[in-house]
């Protein structure tokens, strides 16, 4: 598996569930619950990148789209030269690459890295495993409840159209940051369920790790 998709792997198809947490009533996270409890589904162009404060940005920035249809299921395509797509249905993923007629099979929960927050049915449910810190009126930082998990916090701005995240930052413990860059969501419009469904090209071999 490259780092790339490694990365983009463990940032978003953790769905570990920890402690329950109290809400809060702020903007933010108003604007955030309001997003979560009416989403179906959604849809975006992304750009992901990361970098450290030692080394800067480290990689080339990817782009795709990212696909999202509740309960817990993602697309997430990388466009380029060496095109990946990621699915995940619950608490499995499914990491093809067609050039390489490959397709990997994980744990989803054992990865132990941070959902994305649009993931979840409600603030209410985000915060069993996170406590929220506004930090502003369209943005907020999440801090693991566990100590166990690889990643210090994740920080979200939110968009003021739909209160789904513009953008994401993970926060990791080794200085490192992960960064996706959301564009215009369409939300609601109906994906089908096919989209989410694990079928690939003909000839691509299943190894499970």
């Known amino acids: 598996m490259s780092p790339r998709v490694g990365r983009a792997l463990a940032v978003l198809v953790a769905l570990a569930t920890f402690a329950p947490g109290t809400a809060g009533a702020g903007e933010a996270r108003t604007r955030l619950d309001r997003a ?11 750009t992901q990148t990361r970098s450290s404060s030692i080394l800067g940005t480290s990689m080339k920035p990817a782009k795709g789209t ?20 990621i699915l995940v249905r619950g608490d499995t993923a499914w990491i093809e690459q067609p050039q390489a007629k490959q397709v990997i099979r994980t744990s989803a929960r054992a990865s132990g890295a941070p959902p ?10 985000l915060e069993r495993g996170y406590e929220l810190e506004e930090t502003g009126a369209r943005s907020l930082t999440l801090v693991p409840r566990s100590k166990s998990v690889p990643f210090r916090a994740v920080d979200l701005v ?31 419009s109906g994906l089908s369920a096919a989209r989410f469904a694990p079928t690939f090209a003909a000839g691509s071999k299943v190894v499970d790790l």
């Open 116 to 125: 994305l927050p649009f993931l979840e049915e409600s603030v209410a449910v």
């Open 158 to 188: 939110l968009d003021p159209r739909t209160g789904l995240p513009e953008r994401v930052v993970v926060r990791q413990k080794d200085d490192e940051e992960l960064r996706l860059e959301f564009g215009r969501w369409t939300v609601n």
């Open 66 to 85: 990212f696909e999202f249809k509740a309960p817990r299921h993602l697309r997430m395509a990388f466009s380029g030269a060496v095109a990946t797509t």
């Open 36 to 46: 979560l409890r009416s989403l179906k589904d959604a849809k975006a162009p992304f």
